[in-house]
């Protein structure tokens, strides 16, 4: 069996390779990602020597090079995590995140049809939903919730979805769709909410909450997510769209003020700035379908995978310091070329 992981090089698509790696080691798995500013080889140090991994530099909006590793390698198995990830930036510079995030997506599911594969899965999100109301707790997304996107980021994907249904529908592409809530744990780019706050702090920096931090967001264990794609790839059906998040919701202010106290910083550090363009209140995930259907529940608890992240960040300080410093894009972009 050979497993195609695009976006490999980043934060989930990582754990996604470590994760599979360790329950399926017969699987081959050939990670294909651009290395853009999210992606960092160092990340795939601890598979990068295996005989069961290929690690290939390539742009999933590169027909020629995509169709070359599928010819190369026949994966039965694709699951596509390359994406431009972050919402800052989709309000910055919407283009690349249409490129990428629709376009790639469709140049992978061209060469899944041209070489034939077992199942394409596609790595989607909560935010194609749009968002909740703070003063209504009792409503969640479903599968069934009417797309509704916000950020130019969340519009992406939300299209990218779309063309995954159609290419289901009209082409028979055996593909599958799962939309997760926010996730942390290890490897996750310092520009995101948890990682960010976690080296401010450490370096005694204002910690930047948008608005007054009163926004919700739906927070899940990263290895919970992988596991839950895993089982959609061995048991879920093609077709279908699953929601995968753990009901542990929690406002962004409280988090800053959890990692403060986790580090031993003063909550002075915390600094209300400008509120994010569209900024979406609240996510909350029904995981109903994956639990019902697949029997998938979420093994690490908010309250041991926070501290068990913040701890990580501590452990690793090389990692992120190498990624705010730059020297990350110097040295791969140096070794890479040849891959
Ligand atoms: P990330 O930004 O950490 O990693 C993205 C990876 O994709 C990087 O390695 C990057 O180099 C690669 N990439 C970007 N453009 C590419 C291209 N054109 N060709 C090949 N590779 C390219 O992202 P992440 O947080 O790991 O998210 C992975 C996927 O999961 C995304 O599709 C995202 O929409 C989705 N998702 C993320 C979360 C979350 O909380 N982070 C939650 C739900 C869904
Ligand atoms: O819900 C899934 C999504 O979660 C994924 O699809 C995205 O790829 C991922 O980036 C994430 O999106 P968010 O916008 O929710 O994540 P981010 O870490 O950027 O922000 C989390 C919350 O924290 C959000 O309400 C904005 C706020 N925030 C973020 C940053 C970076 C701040 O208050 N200050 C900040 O500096």
């Known amino acids: 069996m050979t497993l195609l992981v695009t976006g490999g090089a980043g934060f989930i698509?990582?754990?996604f390779i470590f994760y599979m790696m360790k329950e399926h080691p017969q699987?081959?798995?050939?990670?294909?990602?651009?290395?853009?500013y999210a992606g960092n080889l160092a990340t795939l140090a601890p598979v990068m020597g295996k005989g069961n991994f290929r690690f290939v530099r390539a742009d999933i909006c590169d027909r020629e090079a995509v169709f070359r590793i599928f010819a190369e390698e026949r994966p039965e198995i694709v699951v596509n995590f390359a994406a431009e990830s972050h919402v800052d930036r989709s309000i910055e510079n919407p283009g690349v995140f249409?490129?990428?995030?629709?376009l790639g997506t469709q140049t992978l599911m061209d060469a899944c049809r041209k070489y034939g594969v077992q199942r394409f899965h596609q790595v989607s999100t909560d935010e194609v939903y749009g968002d909740l109301p703070l003063d209504r707790p009792d409503l969640f997304f479903t599968e069934e919730t009417p797309i509704h996107a916000s950020s130019p980021y969340s519009a992406s994907k939300a299209s990218a979805d779309l063309l995954v249904q159609a290419y289901c529908r009209t082409f028979g592409l055996p593909?599958?769709?799962?939309?997760?809530?926010?996730?942390?744990?290890?490897y996750q780019f310092p520009e995101k909410l948890i990682p960010l706050m976690v080296a401010n702090a450490l370096a005694d920096k204002p910690l930047p909450v948008y608005g007054k931090g009163e926004n919700v967001r739906d927070w899940l264990y990263v290895e919970d997510h992988c596991k839950a794609i895993d089982l959609i790839l061995?048991?879920?059906?093609?077709?279908?769209?699953?929601?995968?998040?753990g009901h542990n919701e929690m406002r962004n202010i409280d988090i800053v003020k959890l990692i403060c106290k986790a580090?031993?910083?003063?909550?002075s550090l915390?600094?209300?700035?400008?509120?994010?363009?569209?900024?979406?209140?609240?996510?909350?995930?029904?995981?109903?379908?994956?639990g019902n259907e697949l029997g998938w529940q979420p093994e690490t608890m908010f309250n041991e995978g926070i501290y068990r992240t913040i701890q990580w960040y501590v452990d690793n300080r090389a990692?992120?310091?190498?990624?705010?410093?730059?020297?990350?894009?110097?040295?791969?972009?140096?070794?890479?070329?040849?891959?």
């Not at 699987?27 to 853009?36: E, I, P």
């Not at 249409?98 to 629709?102: A, P």
């Not at 915390?270 to 994956?290: E, N």
């Open 13 to 15: 698509g990582s754990n």
């Open 319 to 339: 990692w992120w310091e190498d990624i705010l410093s730059g020297a990350y894009r110097e040295r791969q972009d140096a070794c890479a070329n040849g891959i």
């Open 234 to 245: 061995h048991q879920g059906r093609v077709g279908e769209i699953y929601n995968i998040g």
């Open 175 to 186: 593909a599958t769709i799962s939309r997760c809530s926010n996730n942390y744990g290890p």
């Open 27 to 36: 699987y081959r798995v050939v990670c294909l990602d651009k290395l853009t």
């Open 263 to 267: 580090v031993g910083k003063p909550e």
């Open 270 to 290: 915390i600094t209300f700035v400008a509120d994010r363009k569209g900024h979406d209140l609240r996510y909350a995930i029904d995981p109903s379908k994956m």
């Open 98 to 102: 249409l490129q990428t995030n629709i």
